[in-house]
């Protein structure tokens, strides 16, 4: 089978593009021919020229396509998957794709077909869905949701185009969402049922120790900002002060206070990858992600699951649908440094549930979220399209 890739990156490597570059990485390994095409907002030099380019670029973007089109004929691909387009693809190429009589899949790591940001998240931290209601993407320039009044209202603007010219929702022909909750959101939002698909993403392997073995602290691992919960880590750790604690992640501007101010008893590593962090995960007798947004796919979540480490989270969105509340881990309120500290004390001096907690999390993460689950999901896709369409 050829399948063709097209994905706009993001002006910073991102989970998105780790996630794409795995599925593309997956198919090859099992005979599939793959093709990108690939745009980029990284190093692009936002001078007025290039700001207005991108801005018109997200509408209608000629020189894509023309290349996607050169491409079509040129590999003749089997089907096409599709995630990023904004800035610099646009969704006019979609049209394209159609009329090549291609059958097209968009895969969706974020909540943008409905919310301009892509995040369903205020400048606050605060879960916001004001997109799907009245006035519509117009909430992206009342709340700035982009923290630029103008880059607020390129996104709005741009998304609206997309809804009302149709061209995101008339020539797609599947959706691939990341949870049964997106699913869910997604249905509710005005996507069909029968175009809906559930592939989570793919995790990295992990080679696990023992199971008798109860790492000795308690991890936040991922992006550390508000939105992601690190403040309730972190004053949870203030009410724990016997208890070790170790954040892994890139930390974004706006907690460096926070950081700063942390307590004696947390640990902050960085940015790690690789075998760097598959030891913080090992040392670990906890993991925690109390994210305060839908997330897409939490991939440190079923990380933490192959590396047989229990997993406190929030009881919202995408986090909700892996982890079973007293099977592999706690579900929490999001925002509840209470809730959290209690949960963290309780399991943390409990190593017996711990281990239980952590095999029953790596047998459902090796059954449901496996290479090999994934590969047989997304094949299932494709050839019901391709069969379809012959």
């Not at 290039?50 to 670029?57: E, G, L």
């Not at 009881?315 to 649908?321: E, I, K, P, T």
Request: charged share 20%.
């Amino acid at each position: 089978m050829k399948i063709l890739f097209i994905h706009n990156n993001y002006a910073q490597p991102s989970g998105e593009e780790h996630a794409a570059e795995g599925l593309a990485k997956l198919l090859e390994l099992n005979g599939h021919q793959v093709k990108w095409y690939r745009r980029t907002t990284e190093g692009v030099q936002w001078t007025v020229a290039n700001k207005i380019n991108a801005f018109v670029s997200g509408f209608h973007n000629m020189s894509s396509v023309r290349q996607v089109k050169h491409l079509l004929n040129e590999f003749n691909p089997d089907i096409v998957q599709v995630q990023n387009l904004y800035p610099f693809i646009s969704p006019s190429i979609l049209k394209v794709i159609k009329s090549h009589n291609t059958p097209v899949v968009m895969r969706c790591p974020n909540y943008r077909l409905f919310c301009p940001n892509g995040l369903f998240l205020d400048r606050k931290g605060n879960v916001c869905e004001k997109c799907t209601g009245k006035l519509k993407e117009s909430w992206c320039v009342w709340k700035n949701c982009e923290g630029n009044i103008g880059k607020s209202m390129g996104y709005g603007l741009r998304n609206m185009w997309a809804r009302l010219s149709g061209s995101i929702f008339n020539y797609v022909d599947a959706y691939i969402v990341q949870s049964s909750f997106q699913k869910e959101k997604f249905f509710e939002l005005g996507i069909p049922s029968n175009k809906l698909h559930v592939v989570p993403g793919l995790t990295p392997s992990v080679i696990t120790k023992s199971p008798e073995i109860i790492g000795e602290h308690v991890a936040f691992v991922g992006r550390v900002s508000i939105e992601k919960g690190i403040v309730e880590f972190t004053e949870a750790a203030r009410l724990l002060p016997d208890i070790p604690f170790v954040v892994a992640g890139r930390i974004s501007p706006s907690v460096t206070q926070l950081v700063k101010h942390s307590p004696a008893n947390i640990e902050w590593k960085g940015f790690l990858s690789g075998a760097e962090l598959d030891q913080v995960f090992r040392n670990s007798r906890i993991i925690v992600a109390p994210s305060k947004w839908y997330e897409g796919f939490p991939n440190v979540i079923t990380r933490a699951m192959l590396h047989r480490k229990p997993v406190i989270t929030s009881n919202l969105g995408a986090m909700a649908s892996i982890i079973n509340h007293n099977k592999n881990g706690y579900l929490i309120e999001p925002g509840s440094i209470t809730q959290l500290a209690k949960s963290i004390s309780s399991l943390f001096n409990d190593p017996d549930k711990c281990i239980q907690f952590g095999l029953n999390g790596q047998k459902k993460a090796e059954a449901e979220y496996s290479a090999q689950a994934i590969y047989e999901r997304l094949m299932n896709i494709y050839t019901q399209l391709i069969n379809q369409i012959v």
